[in-house]
């Protein structure tokens, strides 16, 4: 079921309530419920919106609404065994260490719309470091297997770093990973190396698409173009990337790749099929006499690449 309304006036609240009400949720499998304020109070949506919620049956399966819960709510949300897809843009609870949910829904799909990413994430830690001495499990165990798409819309604070990526890599079945992010004005948020970026790879090897945050122009982040070869390698299925990569010394940087002894072994491994590389605000300044390095350093990264989206006026690829 979908609802949803441009605005609605407040003389027609009484109506929609008692249509709501009626509803035979007990039944219901899918909910999404998207509605201009339009001036309505927010604790009666959330109230009305909660209602509904609270009289879902096991069966529910997907849920998408941009309207806060309440925390009953959200609890019989995260206990419904066949929930496999949530969009929010809101928090979870907070959660005191006596009254963590014991078990999570097994999602396929988690959206986080802006601003909610944080508490989740968080809420992921606490309850991937809750283990059960009886049965060497967590909450997290059935969404670790089940989880093949997690979408971050925004969070305050858009800092990609390890602390980040410890939670996200512990969903080893991800197919799909979307964090679309954007850098603060005048800095760049994204603090990986390229280690980090080698261990999330390693551990995501499922990956057909990854956006690890839009990367930015600054060139100041600690990956360097040395950090596309493990992606490639260890996510054999990837069709679709951009993440963030220093291109100061790009040159150097894929010349090591070509002849250090550290990078033989990936040299040798298969690669993936991605044929479009996202580069757009990626700065590349390179004599024209290194063309030829970049364009075949990175084909050795990338065997089937066509284009790198952002740097077409320099490089030309025949994948």
Known sequence: MSWG??????????????????????????LSAHIDHN?????????LLSSVVLRFGPSFTEFSSQTPLSDAAINHLIHLPHLHTWYTEHPPPHYSASSLPLVFPPLREFTLGEGAAPGWLSLFKRLGDRVSS?????????VRESLETL???????????????????????????NVMVNCRSGQCDFKLNNDDVTKLAMALPRLNSLLLGYPCDKNTCA?????????SVHCARLLS??????????VDDLRDISENPRFQELRSLRK?????????????????SDIETVERGIMGIFPNLDRCDGWDEFLRFRG
């Open 151 to 177: 979408n971050i819309e925004d969070f305050p604070v858009p800092t990609i770093n390890p602390s980040f990526t410890s939670i996200i890599q512990t969903f080893r079945n991800l197919v799909h990973l």
């Open 241 to 250: 990337l951009e993440v963030h990569f220093n291109t100061t010394k790009i």
């Open 134 to 142: 009886a049965q060497d499990t967590t909450p997290l165990s059935g």
């Open 39 to 47: 001036g309505i109070p927010p604790t009666y949506l959330r109230d």
């Open 272 to 288: 993936c099929g991605l044929w479009c590389l996202d580069v757009t605000r990626i700065p590349l300044t390179v004599n024209k």
């Open 5 to 30: 309304d441009s605005g609605l006036p407040k003389s027609s609240l009484p109506v929609v309530a008692s249509t709501i009400s009626a509803l035979p949720t007990s039944t219901l499998r899918h």
């Open 223 to 231: 990956t360097t173009v040395a950090c596309l070869l493990p992606i």
